[in-house]
């Protein structure tokens, strides 16, 4: 028995972009910058993935660089806006206290350079309001970047209803959408986003894969200085064949959201019932308001690691929180923006599904998780002060 349910920390390259891959791998290995035939070649590769991305996103093809994934994305569209805003004496910064470490961190290294940072608090059900955006901005608020669906409690933000405040306001706004795309309907014009981040192995693409949507009048600065290539914002020899593929996976992917989302959600919904049996646990973020695949429990009176070493040798592949941060041994920061506490956020599972999950998978799972947290529960400390009344239940 041998099940992935970490599809929020990669997914597996699907066949039809692995076959573009080493179609463009072998076939079209021109450098696009040249202006030999070969090369014209690759560029027409290039030129095609960019116009059939910018499509689904009902974006202009102008208005996409391709990066080597979300986190320099994420780093270009953040520091871009920043530095733009900087030069009109606008300083300040929204964003929220569960982002992704690669806006969390670019804000740190900003706020070293005397950029001011507003983190909104996020509610216990993993959503921040239009309205706290709102109230935040001031006059010197260059941009706003909120995740679209966070990475490891899956919640889904008001993203089109933040984008028009920050529209009223003429503030820049920005969402690191590389959970949601692929896996929710995306649209730059009618969610007023300004800038967006993605990254291919999200949905079934290749790693070292990504690209960011700059809307045209939104300048973009250097974060790779070189060669004149994505019109001089990303110096480099492009990825012609991880780029293919990333379009072709985010089409795929697109094409069969409907069908795929609603094989996802059944099982899905499945897991959290099942889950929501064992004594003293919760579920974390909106139980509706959530990604298709995501499943995220804490359970008082366990470590995390332990439970996930014991599902791995039960065949069962999944996660505590975000893959970036998984070798870290503090609990996870989203957690506890949410208001877990230590001890509870220490207890967490993430599970992240694709539409490749079945029934029996789901029924394996449920079973094996009540049967792992029985037992690391029967010699923990922390539960037998618990049951003795020592402690308070906190869940």
Same mark, same amino acid.
Request: charged residues 25%; aromatic residues 6%; negative net charge.
């Given at each position: 028995?041998?099940?992935?349910v970490d599809n929020a920390?990669?997914?597996?390259?699907?066949?039809?972009?692995?076959?573009?891959?080493?179609?463009?791998?072998?076939?079209?290995?021109?450098? =696009?910058?040249?202006?030999?035939?070969?090369?014209?070649?690759?560029?027409? +590769?290039?030129?095609?993935?960019?116009?059939?991305?910018?499509?689904?996103?009902?974006?202009?093809? %102008?208005?996409?660089?391709?990066? !080597?994934?979300?986190?320099?994305?994420?780093?270009?569209?953040?520091? !871009?806006?920043?530095?733009?805003?900087? %030069?009109? *004496?606008?300083?300040?910064?929204?964003?929220?206290?569960?982002?992704?470490?690669?806006?969390?961190?670019?804000?740190?290294?900003?706020?070293?350079?005397?950029?001011?940072?507003?983190?909104?608090?996020?509610?216990? @059900?993993?959503?921040?309001?239009?309205?706290? #955006?709102?109230? $935040?901005?001031?006059?010197?608020?260059?941009?706003?970047? +909120?995740?679209?669906?966070?990475?490891?409690?899956?919640?889904?933000?008001?993203?089109?209803?933040?984008?028009?405040?920050?529209?009223?306001?003429? #503030?820049?706004?920005?969402?690191?959408?590389?959970?949601?795309?692929?896996?929710?309907?995306?649209?730059?014009?009618?969610?007023?986003?300004?800038?967006?981040?993605?990254?291919?192995?999200?949905?079934?693409?290749?790693?070292?894969?990504?690209?960011?949507?700059? %809307?045209? *009048?939104?300048?973009?600065? @250097?974060?790779?200085?070189?060669? $004149?290539?994505? /019109?001089?914002? /990303?110096?480099?020899?492009?990825?012609?064949?991880?780029?293919?593929?990333?379009?072709?996976?985010?089409?795929?992917?697109?094409?069969?959201?409907?069908? @795929?989302?609603?094989?996802?959600?059944?099982?899905?919904?499945?897991?959290?019932?099942?889950?929501?049996?064992? =004594?003293?646990?919760?579920?974390?973020?909106? /139980?509706?308001?959530?990604?298709?695949?995501? +499943?995220?429990?804490?359970?008082?009176?366990?470590?995390?690691?332990s439970l996930l070493l014991?599902?791995?040798?039960? *065949?069962?592949?999944?996660?505590?929180? !975000?893959?970036?941060?998984?070798?870290?041994?503090?609990?996870?920061?989203?957690?506890? $923006?949410?208001?877990?506490?230590?001890?509870? $956020?220490?207890?967490?599972?993430?599970?992240?599904?694709?539409?490749?999950?079945?029934?029996?998978?789901?029924?394996?799972?449920?079973?094996?998780?009540?049967?792992?947290?029985?037992?690391?529960?029967?010699?923990? =400390?922390?539960?037998?002060?618990?049951?003795?009344?020592?402690?308070?239940?906190?869940?």
């Amino acid at each position: 028995m041998s099940i992935y349910v970490d599809n929020a920390a990669t997914t597996k390259l699907s066949e039809g972009a692995a076959k573009i891959m080493i179609k463009h791998l072998s076939e079209t290995f021109g450098n =696009p910058s040249s202006l030999y035939t070969i090369g014209q070649e690759a560029k027409e +590769v290039l030129e095609q993935a960019r116009e059939d991305i910018a499509k689904i996103i009902n974006a202009d093809q %102008r208005e996409i660089t391709f990066t !080597s994934g979300g986190s320099e994305a994420d780093n270009q569209a953040i520091r !871009s806006a920043a530095y733009f805003g900087k %030069r009109k *004496g606008k300083t300040h910064i929204i964003s929220t206290a569960f982002e992704h470490h690669a806006v969390l961190h670019t804000l740190d290294h900003l706020k070293g350079e005397g950029f001011e940072i507003t983190l909104l608090d996020v509610h216990e @059900n993993g959503i921040v309001t239009a309205d706290e #955006v709102e109230k $935040a901005i001031r006059e010197d608020t260059a941009l706003v970047t +909120v995740m679209f669906a966070n990475n490891e409690i899956g919640t889904i933000q008001p993203i089109r209803e933040i984008g028009a405040v920050c529209k009223k306001y003429g #503030v820049i706004f920005h969402t690191d959408a590389v959970q949601a795309i692929g896996h929710l309907p995306i649209d730059v014009e009618a969610d007023n986003i300004d800038m967006l981040s993605a990254s291919a192995h999200k949905f079934h693409g290749p790693k070292g894969t990504g690209f960011l949507y700059a %809307r045209k *009048g939104v300048p973009l600065i @250097n974060i790779i200085d070189g060669g $004149a290539q994505e /019109r001089g914002k /990303r110096a480099g020899t492009e990825n012609v064949p991880g780029i293919a593929a990333m379009a072709y996976a985010l089409k795929d992917a697109v094409d069969n959201m409907e069908k @795929n989302n609603a094989i996802i959600i059944k099982k899905r919904d499945a897991l959290i019932e099942g889950l929501s049996e064992i =004594p003293h646990c919760a579920l974390n973020g909106d /139980r509706d308001k959530r990604l298709p695949g995501n +499943v995220n429990f804490c359970f008082e009176g366990i470590e995390g690691e332990s439970l996930l070493l014991l599902l791995d040798d039960k *065949g069962i592949m999944a996660s505590s929180g !975000s893959a970036c941060t998984s070798g870290s041994l503090d609990p996870s920061h989203v957690l506890l $923006a949410i208001g877990r506490v230590h001890d509870v $956020a220490h207890g967490s599972l993430r599970l992240s599904l694709s539409e490749d999950i079945t029934d029996d998978d789901v029924k394996y799972i449920i079973e094996s998780v009540k049967e792992v947290v029985e037992y690391l529960r029967s010699f923990s =400390p922390i539960w037998r002060d618990l049951v003795s009344g020592k402690k308070q239940f906190i869940l």
